[in-house]
């Protein structure tokens, strides 16, 4: 069925539990994990910042998303799952595109990954990547709820 699962992380709780579900999945599946942070390098960053190197922010969101991916690929490893990592960079643009090429390509036979439950006002201001994940997947896609739904 599902041999090669693909898992978007950010070090978020939400992520963590989609990160428990694929654990547990692929556990009972037989299958292979890839993990998956996506460091957006011009993510609310404005481009005139005076006083402000560019480059030591993105070297900090690389640093991050590197100490993210090793922290979530020992706990793969520790359950005993085959586990390889990727640390993803774009200029701009939505990670849910970035995951969605990258199930694709390595190819994936399912996403895992975990959603906030907004709805409302809150989700079409703030948007979200799971939902463009579902829309634009080229295989099934598991959407782990992390906490309550918000409004």
């Known amino acids: 069925m599902y041999k ?11 992520a963590n539990r989609g990160l428990g579900e694929a654990i ?3 556990k009972a599946l037989g299958a292979g994990i890839r993990l998956v942070h996506v ?14 190197d560019l480059r030591t922010i ?20 520790a359950a005993a799952v085959d586990v390889d990592t990727r640390l993803v960079e774009v200029w701009g643009g939505q990670a849910g ?15 895992v990954c975990g959603t906030h439950g907004r709805r409302g006002f809150r989700r079409l201001v ?3 990547d799971a939902e463009y994940i579902v829309r634009h ?8 709820r992390g906490g309550t739904v918000q409004e």
Do not use: C, F, H, Y
Request: aromatic residues 2%; proline residues 8%.
């Open 4 to 14: 090669q699962i693909l898992v978007p992380i950010d070090g978020s709780d939400t």
């Open 24 to 26: 547990e999945l692929a």
């Open 39 to 52: 460091v957006n390098e011009l993510s609310g960053v404005p481009a005139d910042l005076p006083g402000i």
């Open 58 to 77: 993105v070297e900090d969101l690389r640093r991050n998303g590197r100490t993210t991916l090793a922290g979530a690929q020992d706990r793969v490893r």
């Open 97 to 111: 595109d970035q995951i969605v090429a990258l199930a694709k390509e390595w190819p994936a036979d399912l996403i």
């Open 126 to 128: 703030m948007g979200s």
């Open 137 to 144: 997947s080229p295989v099934p896609v598991l959407l782990v």
